[in-house]
Nanobody, 122 residues
Framework: QVQLVESGGGLVQPGDSLRLSCATS????????MGWFRQAPGKEREFVAV????????YYADSVRGRFTISRDNAKNTVYLQMNSLKPEDTAVYYC???????????????WGQGTQVTVSS
């Protein structure tokens, strides 16, 4: 079972940038697609972005496409989410998740990190 630890969250102003990281350990002999999800208070967890093991396939939610970039460094066992032009509606707890193949539904992912809070406020 792969373990996931997110970091990089914080309080930023609208228009700022932030980069989240997700470090993976255990189960590294397997090849995982990695996804980022977020959950705002009172809302369901929603898909943000996903990247394949090779990094050659990425897919984004409409709400973040063009502003967020998912990437990975397999040598460092780390996945990143670069977030630019942040908006107050991006405020949420951000989670990374792993599964064998790319997907967009939270229920399709079996391994999750503990989450990192991102707050966008002036």
């Amino acid at each position: 079972q792969v373990q996931l630890v997110e970091s990089g969250g914080g309080l930023v102003q609208p228009g700022d940038s932030l980069r989240l990281s997700c470090a993976t350990s255990g189960g590294t002999s397997r090849r995982y697609a990695m996804g980022w999800f977020r959950q705002a208070p009172g809302k369901e967890r929603e898909f943000v972005a996903v990247v394949s093991w090779s990094g050659g396939y990425t897919y984004y939610a409409d709400s973040v496409r063009g502003r967020f970039t998912i990437s990975r460094d397999n040598a460092k066992n780390t996945v990143y989410l670069q977030m630019n032009s942040l908006k107050p509606e991006d405020t949420a707890v951000y989670y990374c998740a792993a599964r064998e193949n790319p997907a967009t539904r939270p229920a399709d992912f079996g391994s999750w990190g503990q989450g990192t809070q991102v707050t966008v406020s002036s």
